[in-house]
């Protein structure tokens, strides 16, 4: 089991480019989330989802930011024209079925640099 | 929503002494409290967690406690060692899915 992987590992975008943060999950997981970690700062929620169905987006920012897990592939966190706000680590976790005391495993992160 | 606080935010202690981390929560729901350690650089890694039937939990010099009543749960940490200096972060899972809501952090500095 290769675990969560998260690519890129590290990402530099100018102001106003698109990024594109890819998450696959475990093996047997079927629910995602993603969280984002500003410097020297805890992980903030972003958003859940299972395929296809986004269950919970309440810690999106409302605007340039979406978030998806097809049915096939990775699920895709996507941030439109960045600012250098945006800049931080941003990981996904998975986890399997819901059980309700289950641990969430974390990939490697994504370090986005806007510059 | 679920609000978890967090303390110290930063605390240094000499190589075999002990290291508490404090964390309080809002939501009487909440039911999974995992504690999670990551380095510098790198992804957080769950350490040791405690469910809410169970008041206290042991995992050699790790230890996590759990007071339902006040809300409150503690990380303890014995005989410390430079290899524990990270960043700690407590969670809670209010039992939904797993929406779970992560304290500040604390960054623990064992000094050798």
């Known amino acids: 089991n290769a675990g969560v992987m998260q690519n890129p590992r590290h990402l530099v975008r100018r102001r106003g480019q698109e990024a594109r943060l890819r998450c696959s999950p475990m093996k047997g997981h079927s629910h995602v989330y993603w969280y984002r970690q500003l410097p020297e700062e805890g992980l903030k929620f972003m958003v859940y989802l299972q395929k296809e169905n986004i269950i919970d987006e309440s810690g999106m920012p409302k605007e340039r930011f979406s978030a998806e897990f097809p049915k096939e592939g990775p699920s895709i966190l996507r941030i439109q024209q960045v600012v250098r706000g945006d800049s931080a680590a941003y990981f996904c976790?998975?986890?399997?079925?819901?059980?309700?005391?289950?641990?969430?495993?974390f990939g490697q992160g994504t370090r986005l640099t806007v510059v | 929503g679920e609000n978890v606080e967090q303390h110290p935010s930063t605390l240094s202690v000499q190589e075999g002494d002990s290291a508490v981390i404090k964390c309080t929560y809002s939501d009487s729901a909440s039911n999974y409290f995992p504690w999670y350690k990551q380095e510098l650089g790198k992804r957080p890694q769950l350490i040791i967690d405690i469910r809410s039937n169970v008041g206290e939990k042991k995992d050699q010099r790790i230890a996590v406690t759990l007071n339902k009543t006040a809300k409150h749960f503690s990380l303890h940490i014995t005989e410390t060692q430079p290899e524990d200096s990270a960043v700690y972060f407590c969670a809670v899972n209010s039992g939904g899915y797993q929406k779970v809501t992560f304290g500040i952090g604390t960054k623990l500095q064992v000094i050798p």
């Open positions: 976790a998975s986890s399997p079925p819901y059980k309700g005391d289950t641990e969430a495993f």
